[in-house]
């Protein structure tokens, strides 16, 4: 727990303050020339056309000439030429990869509606977990598993939660109007990045009327691309059961998921539960992140609501209990 003390400081000040990569087919040479090959001549539009692919696809103008050389032209066939190409060489990366310890890596959290979803990506250094590809990783694997949560057909009377673990995940499909599982995905970005990689975990809560889920991420950074989707080092998701809807649903979720971040409760324990101190691992027996002098028992007590369950991610730690054992 003493390694929690700088964290739950830096929340608690928070809210005092507040109440890339290598090239993917090959390096492209120092100068852009265009030669000209059987379908590429010197105007305008056979330009124009190697410009549109590699602002759709990213890849370098020696890889976009080579593949509409090879593919006659034809834009479409060239952007699949491309992505098979990367694929295998993400794959073939991968393999070299395997092993290599992912201790960095980012947690996504993504709520649509009445579901929340965690995820956990990791990668071999942090500097990697900033890149925008690495971050667009994470988007995609939310993503992935919040289709899968919403696929689910469930009668909600009380709130559901699941979890999958890396196989699961890995199988996931990347979405209904695209092709492909995310294991695929994982291996693009390995190809790109040229880190090891893993998706790690997954979790997802359903909550009918009556219920709310608070959620906070420590650091966290929004996608730029998915404005749902927040990223950080830490995250957790609260599930909370109310009589009658409240005005600060919102400031209660995100004070009761930083108490979750900050203080790694175990278990959400008992109304009843004796005051513990900072060795508590009862959530609801813990001194209250943002007020040590009452427990948070007593404080959703006096705001009415009533804490039910809870799902903390902290990035890497399960690596880092691996290794322990």
């Known amino acids: 727990m003493s390694l929690l003390r700088p964290l739950r400081l830096c929340l608690v000040a928070r809210t005092g303050s507040c109440a890339a990569g290598s090239p993917l087919l090959q390096a492209p040479r120092p100068r852009r020339t265009f030669h000209a090959g059987p379908w590429l001549s010197s105007s305008a539009s056979s330009k124009e056309l190697l410009v549109k692919l590699r602002r ?7 890889n976009c000439k080579k593949a509409l050389e090879t ?13 098979e190409q990367a694929q295998k060489e993400g794959w073939s990366k991968a393999a070299k990869l395997h092993g290599r310890k992912t201790k960095e890596g980012l947690i996504g959290l993504l709520q649509e509606g009445n579901t929340t979803v965690l995820v956990e990506v990791n990668c071999e250094t942090d500097f990697v977990s900033r890149n925008i590809k690495f971050q667009q990783l994470v988007q995609q694997v939310a993503f992935g598993t919040m289709l899968h949560c919403q696929s689910l057909k469930d009668q909600l009377s009380t709130y559901s939660k699941g979890f999958l673990n890396s196989s699961e995940l890995s199988e996931l499909p990347i979405g209904p109007e695209r092709e492909g599982s995310l294991k695929e995905q994982l291996a693009l970005a390995i190809g790109k990045l040229g880190e090891n990689m893993t998706l790690k975990r997954a979790a997802w809560v359903k909550v009918p009327i009556g219920f709310y889920v608070g959620s906070y991420v420590h650091g966290d950074t929004h996608s ?11 995250g957790a998701v609260v599930i909370c059961e109310t009589s009658e809807p409240k005005a600060n649903l919102g400031d209660l979720g995100r004070r009761l998921g930083q108490h979750v971040v900050g203080m790694a409760p175990l278990s959400v324990g008992s109304l009843d539960d004796e005051p513990g101190g900072e060795a508590e691992t009862k959530m609801l027996a813990q001194p209250y992140l943002l007020d040590p002098s009452i427990t948070l028992g007593q404080y959703v007590q006096a705001q009415g ?16 209990e691996a290794e322990a054992d």
Do not use: I, M
């Open 56 to 62: 759709k696809t990213g890849y370098s103008f020696v």
């Open 71 to 83: 593919c006659g032209g034809n834009l479409k066939q060239a952007e699949s030429w491309l992505h």
């Open 224 to 234: 730029p691309s998915l404005h749902n989707l927040v990223l950080g080092k830490y």
């Open 305 to 320: 609501v009533s804490v039910v369950d809870f799902v903390r991610f902290e990035c890497g730690e399960a690596e880092e």
